[in-house]
């Protein structure tokens, strides 16, 4: 099985910067596509970012607009998310997942493994 642990996220003012580092632990297949979801308060859980895990591939939420990037350190197990430009709506609890499919998804419901989530708040 695997674990996932989120770290980084914060209270910072709107036009900073964060990076989320999300560290799994277990078996890290190289077929398996790593993500990043967000969830604010009434609002349903919504796809950020994913990378497939062993050939990079990206995919980005239309409303990222640049501002974010999705990479992976296959030899320390991490997946990042560097958030730049932060805006108050972005204020949510990230979340990093696993989706063992390997193809690239933004439905959460395909995701298989889910860290405990880290709070990012933007004020303004």
């Known amino acids: 099985q695997v674990q996932l642990v989120e770290s980084g996220g914060g209270l910072v003012q709107a036009g900073a910067s964060l990076r989320l580092s999300c560290a799994a632990s277990g078996r890290t297949f190289s077929t398996s596509t790593m993500g990043w979801f967000r969830q604010a308060p009434g609002k349903e859980r919504e796809f950020v970012a994913a990378?497939?895990?062993?050939?990079?591939?990206?995919d980005y939420a239309s409303f990222v607009k640049g501002r974010f990037t999705i990479s992976r350190d296959i030899i320390k197990n991490t997946v990042y998310l560097q958030m730049n430009s932060l805006k108050p709506e972005d204020t949510a609890v990230y979340y990093c997942?696993?989706?063992?499919?390997?193809?690239?998804?933004?439905?959460?419901?395909?995701?298989?493994?889910w860290g405990q989530g880290t709070q990012v708040t933007v004020s303004s």
């Open positions: 997942a696993v989706f063992t499919g390997g193809y690239l998804s933004r439905r959460p419901s395909h995701y298989d493994y």
């Open positions: 990378i497939t895990w062993s050939g990079g591939v990206t």
